[in-house]
C-alpha cells in the first residue's frame, strides 16, 4: 500500500511539473488603489580607482527603508507615492569619512541635515503595467529644499555636498536604481526556461546602456522566482565630471547577476539579491594632450531587498 501511494505522489509530481513546464504565466505589475508596500534596501559599493599607482577606494553603504502608496491608476499604468521613511548613509573617501542617520539631529555633519530635509516627503514613480517607468516627479524639488542645509558653508564645500547629494539620491540615480531592481516583464505569457531583454541607459553618473535579461525559472499560484543578468557598458567618448572636478572619459564595463522571488498578486519582487562588477579605466582629461591619464577602476556592489505589503 505505501510502495502504491509512493507512486501515485510521484506521479502526480510529475504531472504538476510537466503541467508547469507546458502552461504561460502572465507577469504584470497589478495594484489596487490605496494599498501600501514598505521597501528594505541594504548595499554597498566599492569604488577603486589607481591614480600614479596609488590605490584610492570610495565605499557606499545604505539601509533605507521607503513606503510605497498605490495613489492612481489608469489604463496601462499607475501613479505610486514614494516616500523615505529611514534613511541611513555612509561614504568614506579619501580618509573623509559622512555617516549619516537622517532620523538624528548632528549639527557637526552638514549632509545630515540635508537629508533630515527629505525624510518623509512625497515624490512619484509613474510606472507601467510592464514594469517600465515613465518618470520621476518631485525628486529633485525635494533635493534642492535639501541644499538649503548647506547654506552657511564655502562655496566649494557647498558644491561637493549638492554633487554628493545629487549623485547618490537625485532622480536620475534614483531611477537607475529602481530600473535595475524591478523586473520589467513582457507583454506575453512566458513559460519555465523563457528568457526575455529590455535596455536602458545608465543613469546617475556614467554615461552608457545596460542590455537586461530575464529568465523564468520556477512558479506556482502565488510566486515565481526568475535569475536576471545585467549587461553593463559605458560610451567610451563621453566626457564626465568626477569628483574634484575631473573631467574624463570613461571605458568600463560589466554584469550584474540578480535572483527575484516574484509576489504575482502585485508583481513586486519580495526578495531581489543582487551583485554587480564592473571595470575598466577613467581617462582624465587634462588642456594638454601629453597630461591625459589613464585611470583603472573597479566598481563592485552587493545589494538585498526587500518589499512586502503593509495594506
Known sequence: MKKILGFFILSLAFVNANAQGSAYLDLNYTFHKGE???????????????????????????NNI???DVT??????????????DLKFNFNAKNHNIFVDAKVTNDQEPFQAGLKKILDQP?????????IINKV???????????????NLKKDEQEAYKKLMQDQFGTDAFRGWLEQLLVMYPAHGVKTGTQWEENVPMRGGLVGRIDLYWTLQTWDS?????????????????TLKLDDDIKATAAISGTTSSNYLINLSSGFPSICVQNTEMSGEY?????????????????????????????
Do not use: H
Open 283 to 311: 581617462t582624465y582629461l587634462a588642456k594638454k594632450m601629453k597630461n591625459y591619464k589613464k585611470v583603472p577602476v573597479k566598481i563592485i556592489t552587493n545589494a538585498s531587498y526587500k518589499i512586502k505589503q503593509m495594506k
Open 72 to 85: 492612481n491608476i489608469e489604463p496601462g499604468k499607475t501613479l505610486l507615492t514614494f516616500r523615505y521613511k
Open 222 to 238: 502565488q510566486t515565481a522566482k526568475i535569475n536576471g543578468t545585467s549587461k553593463i557598458k559605458t560610451d567610451k567618448v563621453q
Open 36 to 62: 501600501q508596500f514598505e521597501l528594505e534596501q541594504k548595499s554597498r559599493s566599492e569604488t577603486y580607482v589607481t591614480v600614479n599607482s596609488i590605490v584610492q577606494r570610495t565605499t557606499r553603504d545604505y
Open 123 to 131: 515624490f512619484t514613480v509613474e510606472i507601467q503595467t510592464t514594469g
Open 137 to 151: 516627479d518631485g525628486l529633485d524639488a525635494l533635493l534642492e529644499k535639501a541644499d538649503d542645509a548647506f547654506n
Open 66 to 68: 521607503i513606503s510605497i
